[in-house]
């Protein structure tokens, strides 16, 4: 089978390699659809050089192609859907919807498990991980579908986490696709006003599509000014960091109210942050957090299938698996938001 690799710095290319064989308790899914994630760039920006590289991906869905022993529950020709971590969905931590602290748990692409842009991807905890999807494997609904891997779910996370529901304000920070599905997500979940800081007119204007009410083109302080003046002055209520610089940290603590919550789920570039006096005398909520997404798939799932959400609309680009090199360098190089991969 072919499969993407990852060698080095802007290094990726579609490598032959040995076909899976499920062990005990594993299956392997022909894919149907993957996608590349924002957080698949920081590897491709800074990744040392290594002769047997890594394999890549981590967003993807198919169909069951053979199941290991001790597999209940999935059978071949199943088509299902993987979160972009995997889990065995029993444990205390899972039963405490924090499957990404799952000990039996783990991600694609470390430790000898693939990734999930190949052909085929050998699936570990398989029963615990894999949702099952009621639709053809021709759907037109995968890509919707797929942003439930990862990308949806994280903005719900970022929403879920701040407390967003009828009526709170929100200010989304970052317009990537993490932002604008937290723009959809805050939607789904009631909130009003929405206010999307974002910088690239193109990609907010998808955002208002979404739900975003208003949308700040400007930055920093002038653009924390924005928001304030979008909120009587006080600042948001919720704040959905996702993009995870020092900057638009700051941002957020300018953009939130006093008594409010910032939630943080882009990958952080910080170490430290403004977390002293200033933010105990401001009763501020700092939450959020890599998203388990296994957690939330079940109870989104039905408003996908029932068309009332479409967050595939974020995908703006589709390849196959030789274009997916292309991919990364469209998504890298902005001429992309995000891009899907149908082999
Ligand atoms: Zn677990």
Redesign the pocket.
């Known amino acids: 089978m072919r499969a993407l690799k990852i060698v080095g710095v802007r290094q990726v290319a579609v490598r032959e390699r040995l076909d899976p064989r499920p062990a005990a308790g594993e299956v392997v899914v022909q894919m149907k659809a993957a996608a590349i994630c924002g957080s698949d760039l920081h590897p491709y920006r800074s990744m040392p050089a290594t002769n047997q590289g890594r394999p890549m991906g981590h967003e993807f869905l198919g169909i069951v192609e053979d199941t290991g022993a001790q597999v209940t529950g999935l059978k071949r020709g199943d088509l299902v859907l993987s979160p972009f971590t995997y889990?065995?969905?029993?444990?205390?931590?899972?039963r405490s919807g924090v499957?990404t602290?799952?000990?039996?748990?783990g991600r694609y692409g470390f430790g000898g498990v693939d990734g999930g842009q190949g052909e085929a991807v050998r699936v570990p905890q398989a029963p615990?991980t894999l949702v099952k999807l009621p639709v053809p494997a021709d759907s037109a609904l995968l890509p919707s579908l797929m942003t439930l891997t990862d990308v949806f779910c994280t903005g719900h996370h970022a929403a879920v986490t701040a407390q967003v529901g009828s009526g709170v304000s929100v200010a989304v920070i970052g317009d990537g696709a993490v932002g604008l599905c937290a723009v959809l997500a805050a939607r789904r979940l009631g909130a009003e006003p929405i206010i999307l800081m974002g910088r690239h007119a193109d990609r907010t204007e998808l955002g208002a599509g979404f739900g975003a009410t208003d949308i700040v083109l400007a930055s920093g302080e002038e653009g924390v000014e924005e928001v304030r003046k979008l909120t009587g002055g006080h600042g948001a209520d919720a704040v959905l960091e996702c993009v995870g610089s020092m900057q638009t940290l700051t941002t957020s603590f300018g953009a939130v109210r006093d008594g409010g919550v910032i939630s943080r789920v882009g990958v952080p570039s910080y170490t430290d942050g403004p977390i002293g006096m200033d933010m105990i005398m401001r009763n501020i909520t700092l939450t959020g957090g890599v998203d388990p997404a296994r957690h939330y798939i079940g109870g989104i799932l039905a408003d996908v299938l029932e068309g009332r959400i479409e967050p595939g609309r974020v995908f703006d680009r589709t390849v196959g698996l030789d274009g997916v090199p292309d991919g990364y360098r469209a998504m890298a190089g902005r001429q992309s938001l995000k891009v899907l991969i149908i082999p």
Request: charged share 5%; aromatic share 14%; hydrophobic share 20%.
């Open positions: 889990a065995d969905n029993t444990c205390f931590w899972c499957q602290s799952c000990p039996h748990g615990g």
